[in-house]
Each structure stands twice: as C-alpha cells, then as structure tokens.
C-alpha cells in the first residue's frame, strides 16, 4: 500500500510540475522538443538525443493569447499558445505541431506570430486515409519533421536509432495498458484523478522512466487485493478531463473511471507503431491504423461509439462521459453519433464541458451527481 | 412529521412541503434565487402556509445550482433527479422532460418510476434559456410574463439567431430600428429558443409523452413554437414551476420514512 501511495504522489507531483520537470531536463544539457496532441511523432524526437515533452495546455484565463487566436479557438490551443507567449515554454527547442484540425492550422500562423522564440515543426496527417497515395504523402511529411530535428539536435537520425526508439515507445505503450488494466482491479486505490495523474505524467517523462515508474505501480498494485468497486463505473472520451475537481467529482460520488479513449491519456498508447520496410515507414503507418477518433476522418460513422461501446462492455462500465473540450469543432461533430451508437448499445451517456479558461465546473459536478443519484 | 424539498435556482426559489403521508401541505415561490435572500424567504413562506414551524420538518433535501448553500439540510440532490421525480410524480405517462431553467436547458428521458435513462444539457451558454427571454424582454421593454400573450398576437414570426444571446438582443435591436412589429419579434424569439431547444430534444431522443418543468413552461406562446419544432404535444403541469422542488421533497420523504 506505501508503494502505491509513494508513487501515486509522485505521480501526482510530476503532472502539476512539468515546467520543473522541463528545467531539470535543460539543466542536464538535454534538448527537449514540445509535441502538440496528438499522434506526435516521439521517436523521431528520441532518435535524434532529445526529449519529447507533451504540451495540453492548463486552467489559465489567456491575457494575451487573444492578440492572435480569437475566444472561439479551442480552449486547450488557446491555453497552450497563452502560455507559448507568456514563456512558460521558453527553453524547448522547437513544437512539433501536427496539424490534425482547423484549429491548428490557424495556430501556426498565430504560433509564429506570437512565440518567436520557440519554433513550430509541421506537418499534416492526410484525412483520406484510404487513397494509396495518403502513405508516401505521409512519410515525406515524417521526412521534413525528421529533417528540421536533426538540423535541431546536430545528430543524423538513422534507421536503426529509429527502430530502436519505435522499439521503446511501443513498450511503453504496453506498459500504460498494462496499468489501466491493473487499475480497474483497484478502483479503491486508483481514483479518477489518481489514473489521470500517471497518465498525464507519462505525457512530461522520458520513455524509460514512464517505463520504470508505470511498471512499478502496476507490480505494487498487484501485490494488493482485488477490489470488489461497488459503485458506478464510466469511461471517459474527449481530449481531456481535467482539472482535478472534476475528476474529483466522480470520486464523491462514488463513481470510478474503468477506461478512457482521452486524447491526453489511452488514445495515445492503444495502437503501437506497427512492422514496416522501414522505421519511417513504421511511423507512417501508425496513422492509418488510428480507429474511432475524432482527428482522423472514417467514412463509418459509428467507429467511434462502437469502439467505446466495446470498451464500455470489456470493462463493465455504465456510462460514457463525452468530455468537450471547450470549441473543439471535431469533437462537436463526433458527439450526435457516438451519443445515438453508445445510447442504442443500451449504454448511458452525457457530456461535461471541459473548459481551461476557467475554474466553474458546477455543471459537471451536477450531470455526474445525477447519473450516480439513478 | 414532514418533509420538505427546496429548489434554489438561478432566478427563483421554490419550497414544497410533503405531510408524511405524501400529500402537499404547502407550496411557496419566491423570484429570487441563490445568493439572494430569496431561498430563506421561500421556506419561511412555506412553513407559514403549513402552519408549522421548522421543528416540524424531519427532513429537508435541497436541490438547484445553490443547492449546497442553504443552512440546515439534511441532504441535497442534483436538480435533473429532482426535476424527473417531480414531473413523474406530476405527470405520470411522462418519458421525456424539457426543463428551461434560469441559466441552463435540460432535457431528460425518465422511466414510470421517474428514474433518468439520459439526460442532455446545454453548456454554458445563455441561448435558448429563461435568462435570454429575461434580457429580450428587457430590449422590448415588457414584462417577461406579457410574452406568451404578444407571440400569440404575430401575423408572422421574426427571423432571430439562435446563437448567441448577445447577438440576438443586437439583432431585436436592428428589429426595433426597422419598425417591425413587436409581436412579430416576441414570437421569433420564442421560435429561436424553440429551435435551441429542440435541438439538445433531438439529441437526447423523444419518447412520448413529452412535459415541461421550470417557470418558463408557463409562457404558452414558446411551449407552443417548441411544440411545433419537435412536432410532439407537450404536457405542462400547473404546477410546472415547483417540480424539482417536489422532487427533492419526495426525495426528503423517501429519507424520512427509513431514517
């Protein structure tokens, strides 16, 4: 029981302090690049020496980010280019920014415009993912991003180091599922934001210490008795769910997460890099083998809720919570289908609004409090 | 002994007080809601009108968005439980809920015991909610309560966004300023917040019979125009306005009968 609180804390430690973490990296002589959600090439980042650092922004009110981005823009980009203007990033070499939506593709220009110090690195993720030429689109796009990196680090990024960086990020892939696996075995120990913290950390940490820390929570916990949860159970799809009030409004109400498809959390880790003729193919791949979610474009509607659906049913869940990051349009366009395909697969389900600019979440504590309450 | 429900809403405060044998011994409703005065005043007027004092009251259950800040309950419950208990209570063939509150819009799918199968609510925005009616009529300059009669008094209805509160008091506004007739924007305002609604209606699905709870369900003219957008028949209580407050006495009751 110590290790898992020990851990849980440091966890918790490590995913409320990533500029400490982002300062103890740079004071080690490493080269740290900022990756934007999601599907961010990292083992490029890897094989050329430096470290890859996920950015989601935070609860922040932006001062000045409106100089460039209007109150309409995605409330996760608009925090993330407040804090690119304000120097909560100063010190990263460059941010790798795949433009997967609208929204990105006006945040580079507003990017460029307002963080002259940090260099954006992007490339696009082609939507028709089904025409053969998506593939060779992709992989010269991979190409650039592996060019300006090396420019960036001084270091050629070879096949091999590539491979063996793709190696690492799939084991820790297995890792984190492994965990959210072991978890739901513990939901009296592993609450919502306990699950959130490990995986947000894991965003900040360099692979092999996500590998190391992950691993040693999920042995601790099996060393632990199994917990009979007695509560409701949901699973949470969206970008992310944070703060912690939310998230510690399914603890009080004795609701416990048993799986999520969160952009910031399993979205992430659930498809590995897969085998390919080459390490950049490899990479390449791994775009056209995403399923059900919002940033990349499937001609069946229902891929989604059917996903969640499954996920739901494998993990015993009552519910799924559509988390809606304030002004994210992709996310707005997947919810009608993903609600019908949940709803019709006998599942309940309801949105929180998840909004950075601002602290007031009393509906969501309202919308989780009723779902408890019947 | 009795049980009583308090509603604290954004605009209003509502009390009901339940006998132990179920039966409504006082209802009350005050204009104001939460950071007001206006959920003391509405208990004091309810206990008055029952004829008992708060020593009487073996359990109070609170409900609405200043749930947790009423002194002196014994639990509170969210408000779209509340609602759903009151309406199936109210209105028993009822399956689908519209609720129009003071800041919010919920819609609600219940089963015959009032219990919620899905629920669908509006996010932070003021469109479609009896705050948007509040601020509309304040630009038209008449009282809330004269809007249902002056849309049934339309030749035709407005055109009005149903985007943004803002943007629609420019545009009754720019109404005004082009002498179009009052009537005629009254009843593109209902069928503005009656598209909104529909809207969130449609999301949540449609399952007959459909009611309205909350003050707004009083005003004809835009049950009406909702009426004509989801194409249902809606059912709308006398008691329309007091249901989450009856809910959360139900709930009082239920918690006073296994204490």
């Given at each position: 029981m110590a290790d898992v609180k020990n851990l849980l804390a440091q966890f918790d430690d490590i995913s409320k302090n990533p500029q400490r973490l982002l300062k103890e990296y740079l004071n080690a002589g490493d080269k740290v690049i900022a990756c934007f959600p999601v599907y961010t090439p990292q083992p490029l980042v890897l094989a050329a020496d430096m470290v890859p650092m996920g950015i989601w922004g935070g609860q922040c009110n932006p001062q000045i980010a409106g100089k460039y981005a209007p109150i309409f823009t995605c409330s996760l980009l608009r925090s993330c280019l407040e804090f690119g203007m304000t120097g909560a990033y100063?010190?990263?070499?460059?941010?790798?920014?795949?433009?997967?939506?609208?929204?990105?593709?006006?945040?580079?220009?507003?990017?460029?415009?307002?963080?002259?110090?940090?260099?954006?690195?992007?490339?696009?993720?082609?939507?028709?993912?089904?025409?053969?030429?998506?593939?060779?689109?992709?992989?010269?796009?991979?190409?650039?991003?592996?060019?300006?990196?090396?420019?960036?680090?001084?270091?050629?990024?070879?096949?091999?180091?590539?491979?063996?960086?793709?190696?690492?990020?799939?084991?820790?892939?297995?890792?984190?599922?492994?965990?959210?696996?072991?978890?739901?075995?513990?939901?009296?120990?592993?609450?919502?934001?306990?699950?959130?913290?490990?995986?947000?950390?894991?965003?900040?940490?360099?692979?092999?210490?996500?590998?190391?820390?992950?691993?040693?929570?999920?042995?601790?916990?099996?060393?632990?008795?199994?917990?009979?949860?007695?509560?409701?159970k949901v699973i949470l799809t969206g970008i992310t769910c944070e703060p912690d009030e939310v998230l510690g409004y399914f603890a009080d109400n004795n609701v416990a997460v048993v799986g999520d498809d969160l952009a910031q959390e399993s979205r992430q880790y659930r498809s590995d890099y897969p085998a390919a003729n080459s390490a950049i193919e490899s990479l390449a791949l791994h775009w056209f083998a995403i399923y059900g979610c919002s940033t990349a474009h499937d001609d069946n509607n229902t891929a989604r809720g059917q996903m969640l659906v499954k996920l739901a049913k494998?993990?015993?869940?009552?519910?799924?919570?559509?988390?809606?990051?304030?002004?994210?349009?992709i996310e707005e366009y997947d919810q009608p289908s993903v609600i019908d395909t949940v709803t019709r697969a006998g599942l309940m389900s309801f949105s929180i609004d998840i909004d950075q600019s601002t602290t007031e979440s009393g509906q969501a504590l309202t919308k989780i409090q009723a779902f408890a309450e019947n | 002994?009795?049980?009583?429900?308090?509603?604290?809403?954004?605009?209003?405060?509502?009390?009901?007080?339940?006998?132990?044998?179920?039966?409504?011994?006082?209802?009350?409703?005050?204009?104001?809601?939460?950071?007001?005065?206006?959920?003391?005043?509405?208990?004091?007027?309810?206990?008055?009108?029952?004829?008992?004092?708060?020593?009487?009251i073996q359990w109070i259950t609170a409900t609405g968005y200043g749930r947790f800040s009423f002194e002196g309950i014994n639990d509170q419950k969210?408000?779209?439980?509340?609602?759903?208990?009151?309406?199936?209570?109210?209105?028993?063939?009822?399956?689908?809920?519209?609720?129009?509150?003071?800041?919010?819009?919920?819609?609600?799918?219940?089963?015959?015991?009032?219990?919620?199968?899905?629920?669908?609510?509006?996010?932070?925005?003021?469109?479609?909610?009896?705050?948007?009616?509040?601020?509309?009529?304040?630009?038209l300059d008449v009282e809330v309560t004269d809007l249902s009669d002056l849309s049934f008094q339309a030749d035709e209805a407005a055109e009005i966004s149903s985007t943004c509160t803002v943007f629609a008091e420019s545009e009754v506004i720019s109404k005004l300023a082009a002498n179009i007739r009052l009537e005629n924007i009254v009843s593109g305002i209902h069928k503005s917040v009656a598209r909104r609604v529909a809207s969130l209606v449609q999301r949540c699905g449609i399952q007959p019979e459909v009611a309205m709870s909350g003050g707004v369900a009083l005003n004809k003219g835009l049950v009406h125009s909702l009426e004509e957008e989801i194409k249902h028949p809606i059912q709308v209580h006398e008691d329309c306005q007091l249901a989450g407050a009856l809910g959360a006495a139900l709930y009082a009751l239920g918690s006073m009968r296994s204490a």
């Amino acid at each position: 029981m110590a290790d898992v609180k020990n851990l849980l804390a440091q966890f918790d430690d490590i995913s409320k302090n990533p500029q400490r973490l982002l300062k103890e990296y740079l004071n080690a002589g490493d080269k740290v690049i900022a990756c934007f959600p999601v599907y961010t090439p990292q083992p490029l980042v890897l094989a050329a020496d430096m470290v890859p650092m996920g950015i989601w922004g935070g609860q922040c009110n932006p001062q000045i980010a409106g100089k460039y981005a209007p109150i309409f823009t995605c409330s996760l980009l608009r925090s993330c280019l407040e804090f690119g203007m304000t120097g909560a990033y100063r010190g990263v070499s460059a941010a790798i920014m795949p433009i997967i939506c609208d929204t990105f593709r006006g945040m580079n220009s507003a990017w460029r415009a307002g963080v002259k110090d940090i260099r954006p690195i992007t490339f696009i993720y082609p939507q028709n993912r089904k025409d053969p030429g998506a593939r060779d689109f992709l992989i010269e796009e991979i190409k650039t991003v592996r060019s300006a990196l090396e420019e960036i680090s001084g270091k050629e990024i070879t096949n091999e180091a590539l491979q063996n960086a793709i190696a690492l990020c799939n084991k820790r892939n297995a890792v984190m599922r492994a965990f959210c696996e072991a978890a739901n075995d513990h939901l009296d120990l592993i609450r919502p934001a306990d699950r959130h913290h490990v995986m947000k950390a894991a965003t900040f940490l360099r692979p092999e210490k996500t590998i190391e820390m992950v691993s040693a929570l999920t042995e601790a916990l099996a060393a632990e008795p199994v917990c009979d949860w007695k509560g409701k159970k949901v699973i949470l799809t969206g970008i992310t769910c944070e703060p912690d009030e939310v998230l510690g409004y399914f603890a009080d109400n004795n609701v416990a997460v048993v799986g999520d498809d969160l952009a910031q959390e399993s979205r992430q880790y659930r498809s590995d890099y897969p085998a390919a003729n080459s390490a950049i193919e490899s990479l390449a791949l791994h775009w056209f083998a995403i399923y059900g979610c919002s940033t990349a474009h499937d001609d069946n509607n229902t891929a989604r809720g059917q996903m969640l659906v499954k996920l739901a049913k494998d993990s015993g869940a009552d519910c799924v919570v559509l988390c809606m990051m304030r002004f994210c349009e992709i996310e707005e366009y997947d919810q009608p289908s993903v609600i019908d395909t949940v709803t019709r697969a006998g599942l309940m389900s309801f949105s929180i609004d998840i909004d950075q600019s601002t602290t007031e979440s009393g509906q969501a504590l309202t919308k989780i409090q009723a779902f408890a309450e019947n | 002994m009795f049980a009583a429900g308090i509603d604290i809403g954004s605009t209003a405060s509502k009390a009901v007080i339940l006998a132990a044998d179920g039966g409504i011994a006082a209802k009350a409703i005050v204009p104001i809601g939460t950071g007001t005065v206006g959920p003391a005043r509405v208990f004091a007027q309810a206990l008055e009108k029952a004829g008992i004092t708060r020593d009487d009251i073996q359990w109070i259950t609170a409900t609405g968005y200043g749930r947790f800040s009423f002194e002196g309950i014994n639990d509170q419950k969210s408000e779209l439980s509340c609602h759903a208990r009151g309406i199936a209570h109210l209105l028993p063939a009822t399956r689908t809920i519209v609720d129009i509150g003071g800041q919010d819009i919920k819609v609600m799918r219940i089963n015959g015991k009032g219990m919620l199968l899905n629920f669908v609510m509006n996010d932070k925005c003021a469109a479609g909610t009896g705050r948007f009616l509040d601020t509309m009529a304040k630009v038209l300059d008449v009282e809330v309560t004269d809007l249902s009669d002056l849309s049934f008094q339309a030749d035709e209805a407005a055109e009005i966004s149903s985007t943004c509160t803002v943007f629609a008091e420019s545009e009754v506004i720019s109404k005004l300023a082009a002498n179009i007739r009052l009537e005629n924007i009254v009843s593109g305002i209902h069928k503005s917040v009656a598209r909104r609604v529909a809207s969130l209606v449609q999301r949540c699905g449609i399952q007959p019979e459909v009611a309205m709870s909350g003050g707004v369900a009083l005003n004809k003219g835009l049950v009406h125009s909702l009426e004509e957008e989801i194409k249902h028949p809606i059912q709308v209580h006398e008691d329309c306005q007091l249901a989450g407050a009856l809910g959360a006495a139900l709930y009082a009751l239920g918690s006073m009968r296994s204490a």
